[in-house]
């Protein structure tokens, strides 16, 4: 789960500054990481061609607490449950919009017929 910090580290820098917190201790960023991903959730989308254009085709939305194969190995879980293709992992604490992270694992694709879930706006 290493990759997760690069993902949140502004994020979480900005809130903690926002907090009064200018210069955090390793600790201090340790622990906002831990409950600042604890309390996201994670919406699995995929690129799909759309009429001339692309479009982003909503999979999954799940607590990050729900996800743990996913943060563990993201490439293996798309791969298993997806096949290949260009995916978007983003993640959300409540209506605040933290970040994204790209991967593209190999293989045919096995999204295709699956239907895309209904995203709350």
Known sequence: MEWLWPVFKSYIERDL??????????????????????ACAVTILVQEPWQNSVRFK????????????????????????????????????GWHFVATQNFKPDGPPRWTDLPEIELDT
């Not at 917190?21 to 622990?31: C, H, N, R, W």
């Open 58 to 93: 909503a999979l999954a939305r799940m607590p990050v607490a729900e996800a743990t194969d996913l943060l563990a190995d993201p490439m293996k879980y798309l791969a298993e449950r997806y096949g290949g293709g260009k995916f978007k992992l983003n993640f959300h604490e």
């Open 17 to 38: 500054a926002r907090k009064g917190l200018e210069d955090p201790s390793e600790e201090e960023l340790a622990e906002a990481l831990f409950a600042t991903v604890g």
